[in-house]
């Protein structure tokens, strides 16, 4: 038998990155999908993200006709000289305590009728009221807001003992290079699990990635045991068009499990398109059609059974700590076997949650 590693490459490191990829798409869907994105040059890494000031709010506690105060869950959206609508009335924000998030407003603005008001009904920001040969408006400023993940570890060894490598195998021409593969694998899902369920943790030199799941907390519905329908995905959609997540485009796609994939097909034939289409890499797909756009659906057995994510592509990265990208580095013999370490540190960065929706607890 010919063997492929040598004693000259003992202590050096070979990437295996291309091989990772090449393994099993069916198995890794989401590293298949997204691929590797540019080092990152820290073990914490941070970002920053972009919000513009939000426009809508809802009112806690009903109003009389009479009344000029109104609470409201988030008074971030309003500012002094704002006119604002509720129902079909206008109103003009005179003052805000933001300690108590209450609104002093003038009723009927703008010749519109006063009515009462709901507890929980939504106040939205219309316009500023402007006025001539007035002074330069106090600007506002919403700061950036940090986001960070951590790199995770991810490694495995190969031994094989000298009579293995001795005995003829059927069908396997290099041992060594065959128990390779499968760690490969092994470590490839290890990190499409971390990606999709990490949780974000670091006590010393431990280190774990926050994943989707724990990433996607604003646009989340739970099914509580009921079948998934079409309503349930345009209702996600429509949460995250309402956030402004379709605003820059975006790339789409369902991903579900293998039983959510079913339970796809049985809903409205008109939703599904079955002219099948081809993705970046290659893996047959079929498009779901929404109120909000036509998504790819992308199978994923690595979900739980009873969840569906809405993911936009283009703001997931997987992205390796630089010099860590997944490498093999042989040890050579060591006494009567012969080892190797496969080697990786990774972290996932996820932009804007809100332009994100998971349905759980399906059916």
């Not at 779901?288 to 199978?299: A, E, K, R, Y």
């Amino acid at each position: 038998m010919t063997k492929i590693y040598t004693a000259d490459m003992v202590g050096k490191k070979y990437s295996v990155v291309d091989e990772l990829l090449l393994l099993n798409p069916h198995a890794t869907p989401m590293l298949n999908l997204l691929g590797f994105s540019d080092p990152v040059t820290q073990t914490t890494h941070q970002w920053f993200e972009d919000e513009l000031f939000g426009d809508d709010s809802i009112v806690n506690g009903a109003k009389l006709v009479s009344d000029t105060t109104i609470v409201a869950a988030n008074v971030e959206p309003f500012r002094v000289g704002h006119v604002v609508k509720i129902g079909d009335e206008l109103l003009y924000v005179s003052a805000i305590n933001t300690g108590t998030k209450t609104l002093t407003v003038a009723r009927g603005y703008a010749g519109t009728t006063a009515a009462a008001i709901t507890d929980g009904a939504k106040i939205e920001v219309q316009f500023v009221e402007g006025t001539e040969g007035a002074d330069a408006r106090a600007a506002r400023y919403k700061a950036r807001t940090p986001q960070f993940n951590y790199t995770q570890i991810f490694d495995d060894s190969i031994e094989v003992t000298g009579t293995a490598e001795a005995v003829t195998q059927y069908g396997i021409g290099d041992l060594y290079e065959y128990e390779k593969q499968k760690k490969q694998l092994e470590l490839a899902l290890q990190l499409e699990k971390a990606v999709i369920g990490g949780i974000g943790y670091q006590s010393g030199n431990v280190r774990q990635m926050k994943g989707l799941r724990s990433f996607v907390q604003t646009n989340v519905t739970n099914a509580a045991g009921a079948a998934l329908t079409a309503d349930m995905i345009n209702n996600a959609a429509q949460s995250i068009y309402e956030k402004g997540g379709f605003a820059s485009g975006g790339n789409y796609c369902l991903c579900v499990s293998a039983k959510q994939k079913r339970a796809l097909s049985a809903v409205d034939a008109n939703k599904i398109l079955l002219t099948r289409g081809e993705n970046t890499r290659g893996q047959v797909v079929d498009k779901f059609v929404t109120d909000f756009g036509q998504f790819d659906i992308t199978l994923n057995n690595n979900l739980d059974a009873g969840e569906m994510f809405i993911c936009d592509t283009n703001r997931m990265k997987i992205r390796p700590l630089q010099g860590r990208e997944f490498f093999h580095k042989y040890l050579g013999e060591q006494g009567d076997y012969t080892r190797g370490i496969i080697v990786g540190e990774y972290t996932f960065e996820l932009e804007q949650e809100k332009a994100f929706a998971r349905i759980k607890n399906l059916a």
